[in-house]
């Protein structure tokens, strides 16, 4: 289906197009059937996904009046796609020891290994691998704000050992699991809100380094978004260098000058989203790159929906510039803290 006939579908609360796909609304952080009862969203604050793991790898909830998590899926590669996330899922959460691999998908499936790989791909723009990486990450992540030891934590999420979870510590967290840890609780991150041509701008850090950048109209907003990250730290008004950082930002937003400051970044993300986020980097000031063009660059040409979700999720805008991605329609798709915002730092680029 269309995004059109999606619309026109949810308008009319249509309950044939039940388990085709599901709708998230950006505003309340959940997502519905196309026959939800729930009043109706703006259209510019809905997300159109094919699966609810779709819906859930981007920080949806399901909602609780249609539970389009219990829908059956009518599409076959959507069910089978759907199959293999369950099957992942309940590995995660049995904190299973035992290996998990595509052999095991196709001995269940009746599928082979190739074409299990490729369906999931297709559809998620991931690998199952990489879905697997993401559950255990986001597992890993709940275990250590809830105060668990990192070894505790780490078996938990499935990683068997904390050895292993050490070994690619920051690909997986930007910081050591012991310092994610703390995160959830006695960390010491600092913050500062100040204004800025896009209004007002939190800039956060641990003594490592920028952990949060962020854009608002409301302070107290945005300190809430950044408690909801780490509730257990000691978040406290800027300390250490967090004062120097926060003053290259603004100087550079106030100055234009030619690149943005090189500044030292601690910040979490799975693999495959420091991938991207490492390409973004690559977008010189007042250029653009299409959601696909990237996924080309990172050798996934079928994970442009994967590669919107990364810039979804980047948690140091500006710095980190996902607002140099638009869609191939040339138009602008999707910024955490606005279009408008999106447009208004595309026009300053530009005309810098």
């Known amino acids: 289906m269309n995004q059109q006939a999606m619309i026109a579908?949810?308008?009319?609360?249509?309950?044939?197009?039940?388990?085709?796909?599901?709708?998230?609304?950006?505003?309340?952080?959940?997502?519905?059937?196309?026959?939800?009862?729930?009043?109706h969203a703006k259209i510019e604050n809905v997300v159109f996904l094919e699966l609810p793991e779709q819906a859930e790898t981007k920080g949806f909830r399901a909602c609780r009046r249609c539970r389009p998590d219990l829908?059956?899926?009518?599409?076959?590669?959507?069910?089978?796609?759907?199959?293999?996330?369950?099957?992942?899922?309940?590995?995660?959460?049995?904190?299973?020891?035992?290996?998990?691999?595509?052999?095991?998908?196709?001995?269940?499936?009746?599928?082979?290994?190739?074409?299990?790989?490729?369906?999931?791909?297709?559809?998620?723009?991931?690998?199952?691998?990489?879905?697997?990486?993401?559950?255990?990450?986001?597992?890993?992540?709940?275990?250590?704000?809830?105060?668990?030891?990192?070894?505790?934590?780490?078996?938990?999420?499935?990683?068997?050992?904390?050895?292993?979870?050490y070994e690619k510590a920051n690909e997986r967290l930007g910081m050591s699991p012991a310092s994610?840890?703390?995160?959830?609780?006695?960390?010491?991150?600092?913050?500062?809100?100040?204004?800025?041509?896009?209004?007002?701008?939190?800039?956060?850090?641990?003594?490592?380094?920028?952990?949060?950048?962020?854009?608002?109209?409301n302070d107290e907003k945005l300190l809430d978004e950044l408690q909801l990250e780490f509730p257990k730290a000691e978040i406290a008004p800027e300390i250490g260098?967090?004062?120097?950082?926060?003053?290259?930002?603004?100087?550079?937003?106030?100055?234009?000058?030619?690149?943005?400051?090189?500044?030292?970044?601690?910040?979490?993300?799975?693999?495959?989203?420091?991938?991207v986020w490492q390409e973004l980097l690559k977008i010189a000031p007042g250029k653009t790159k299409t959601y696909k063009e990237v996924a080309i660059n990172l050798g996934a040409e079928k994970s442009s929906r994967a590669v919107g979700r990364a810039c979804a999720t980047n948690p140091v805008s500006l710095i980190v510039p996902c607002h140099r991605v638009i869609g191939s329609d040339g138009k602008l798709h999707g910024y955490r803290w606005g279009l408008e915002r999106k447009e208004l730092l595309r026009e300053w680029e530009l005309t810098g």
């Open 9 to 39: 579908a949810v308008a009319a609360r249509d309950k044939e197009c039940d388990g085709s796909f599901v709708y998230a609304v950006k505003t309340t952080g959940i997502y519905c059937r196309p026959s939800c009862p729930s009043r």
């Open 180 to 217: 994610y840890a703390k995160g959830g609780k006695g960390a010491e991150i600092a913050y500062s809100i100040v204004d800025c041509f896009l209004g007002r701008i939190l800039v956060a850090g641990t003594r490592k380094g920028v952990c949060a950048v962020y854009f608002g109209d």
């Open 241 to 275: 260098d967090l004062a120097e950082w926060t003053l290259k930002i603004t100087d550079f937003l106030a100055n234009k000058v030619a690149a943005i400051p090189e500044i030292p970044l601690d910040m979490f993300g799975t693999a495959f989203q420091r991938r």
């Open 71 to 165: 829908a059956n899926v009518k599409d076959p590669i959507l069910s089978l796609t759907r199959q293999v996330c369950r099957r992942i899922e309940n590995h995660v959460d049995s904190q299973s020891g035992d290996k998990l691999s595509l052999a095991v998908f196709a001995e269940e499936t009746g599928y082979n290994e190739d074409y299990l790989a490729r369906s999931f791909k297709k559809v998620m723009g991931i690998s199952p691998f990489d879905y697997y990486d993401t559950l255990r990450n986001k597992k890993l992540k709940e275990n250590l704000q809830k105060g668990e030891p990192v070894s505790e934590a780490a078996y938990g999420a499935g990683f068997g050992s904390s050895s292993r979870l």
